[in-house]
C-alpha cells in the first residue's frame, strides 16, 4: 500500500485489484454470442454477425483460463453466460471441471432457458449451485413481442424443472421495457412468490446492438418500486448487499425477496468485484469497457500460467472508476451485451 492507502500495481501480488482498491473475485464467462432469442434491449431482429469459430475459445481453454483465475488470482465465483450459454456443447463439462478446481468455486448460469427442462438436472449433477433466468413477462404474445419468438411454455418448463432440480432459490431477470410490459411488475412478483422464485428487476442499459436505448424509455427503479409498493409492502432487506448489484426488499415481511438492479439511476461501481472474458479470449475489466486485453493470443502462443495471470491483472489494474452512463461524454461499447456477456 502507499502512504494514502491506494494500492500500486506492484502490490497487486495474486488478486486482481484495480487502481481504486477494488478486487475482482467474480468471473463472468461468455461461453457464447450466439442466442435462440432476439430481446429487443439486447439484439436486432436479425443482421447480427456471430464470432468465426476459429476465435472462440475452446472448453480446454476456457477451464485453463477459470483455474488461473481461481488457483492464481483469487476469483472465488463463476457465472457463466452468454449470448445463450445453454447452447454450448461443453456447458456440462466445463462446469463440472471447473468445481474440480481447488479452492472450488461458486457456479452460476444466466439463462433464458430454453432447453434447460431437459439440461437442469444434469447441470445440477455437474456442480452447478444456482441459475438465473431471464423473464419479461407472463403473457405469451408480449413474449413474443419482445423476444421475436414463440417460446414463454419452453422459458416456464425451465424455471420449474430448475426448481425441481434443486438449483434454489432460482432468481428470476426482469427487464421491463416503457409501454410494452412495464404494468406487469406486480403480476409478475406474484408468480415468483407462488413458485419460491426470487425475482429481480434490472433497469434496461445502453448495451444493445442497435444502439436504440433512449433513457426516457428506462423504467427506473423509482418506478418499478412505486408499482409494486401498490399491492406489497416493502421493506429493506437486513441482510448485507456486499459486492451484490441488487438492492433487494422483503416482500409483505419476508421471506420472499424481491431485487432491482438499478445499474443506470443507482451505480454500484464503487463495490464492483467483477471480472469478464469474452467467448472469443478476451478480459473486460467492465461491463462497459472500451477497451479489452487478449489473452486467447498468449494462451495460443505457449504463454506459462504465470504470464497469463499477469496479464490479467494488468486489464484489471486499468478498470476505471465508474461505467459513465450519465456522463454527457459517455459512449456505448462496441460490443452488444449479447457479445460481451450479461
Ligand atoms: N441469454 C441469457 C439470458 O438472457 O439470460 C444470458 C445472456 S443475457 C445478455 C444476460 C442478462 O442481461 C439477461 O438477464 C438480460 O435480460 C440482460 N440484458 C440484456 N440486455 C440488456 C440491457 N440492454 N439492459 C439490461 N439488461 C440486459
Ligand atoms: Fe438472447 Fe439473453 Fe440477449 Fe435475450 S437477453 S437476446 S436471451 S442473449
Not at 135 to 159: N, W
Not at 286 to 302: K, Q, V
Not at 303 to 315: C, P
Request: aromatic share 4%.
Amino acid at each position: 500500500m502507499t502512504v494514502s492507502g491506494r494500492p500500486r500495481q506492484a502490490d497487486a501480488g495474486t488478486g486482481l485489484v484495480d487502481r481504486y482498491g477494488r478486487v475482482a473475485t467474480d468471473l463472468r464467462v461468455s461461453l457464447t454470442d450466439r442466442c435462440n432469442l432476439r430481446c429487443a434491449y439486447c439484439m436486432p431482429a436479425e443482421g447480427l454477425d456471430w464470432l468465426p469459430k476459429p476465435e472462440l475459445l475452446t472448453d480446454d481453454e476456457i477451464v485453463r483460463l477459470a483455474g488461473i483465475g481461481v488457483t492464481m488470482l483469487g476469483i472465488r465465483e463463476i457465472r457463466f453466460t452468454g449470448g445463450e450459454p445453454l447452447l454450448r456443447r461443453g456447458l456440462a463439462g466445463i462446469i463440472g471441471a471447473v468445481t474440480a478446481l481447488e479452492p472450488r468455486p461458486k457456479t452460476m448460469l444466466t439463462t433464458n432457458a430454453i432447453g434447460l427442462e431437459r439440461m437442469a438436472r444434469q447441470l445440477a449433477e455437474s456442480g452447478l449451485d444456482r441459475i438465473n433466468i431471464s423473464l419479461d413477462t407472463l403473457r405469451p404474445e408480449r413474449f413474443s413481442q419482445i423476444t421475436r419468438r414463440h417460446r414463454l411454455d419452453d422459458v416456464l418448463a425451465g424455471v420449474h424443472a430448475a426448481n425441481a432440480a434443486g438449483l434454489r432459490p432460482v432468481k428470476i431477470n426482469t427487464v421491463l421495457l416503457r409501454d410494452v410490459n412495464d404494468d406487469e411488475a406486480p403480476e409478475l412478483l406474484d408468480f415468483a412468490v407462488e413458485h419460491g422464485l426470487e425475482l429481480r428487476f434490472i433497469e434496461q442499459m445502453p448495451l444493445d446492438a442497435q444502439h436504440a436505448w433512449r433513457r426516457e424509455n428506462m423504467v427506473s427503479s423509482e418506478e418499478i418500486l412505486a408499482a409494486l409498493s401498490k399491492r406489497f409492502t416493502l421493506t429493506p432487506d437486513p441482510a448485507e448487499r456486499g459486492g451484490a448489484p441488487a438492492e433487494t426488499w422483503l416482500v409483505d415481511g419476508g421471506p420472499a425477496k424481491v431485487g432491482v438492479i438499478a445499474s443506470v439511476t443507482r451505480p454500484f461501481c464503487g463495490a464492483c468485484d467483477r471480472t469478464r472474458l469474452t467467448a472469443d479470449g478476451q478480459i473486460r475489466n467492465c461491463l462497459f469497457a472500451r477497451t479489452e486485453n487478449d489473452l486467447r493470443t498468449p494462451l495460443r502462443s505457449g504463454a506459462s500460467d504465470a504470464e497469463i495471470a499477469e496479464l490479467w491483472r494488468t486489464a484489471m489494474w486499468g478498470k476505471l472508476p465508474g461505467h459513465g452512463i450519465n456522463d454527457p461524454t459517455f459512449l456505448q461499447p462496441e460490443r452488444p451485451m449479447s457479445a460481451i456477456g450479461g
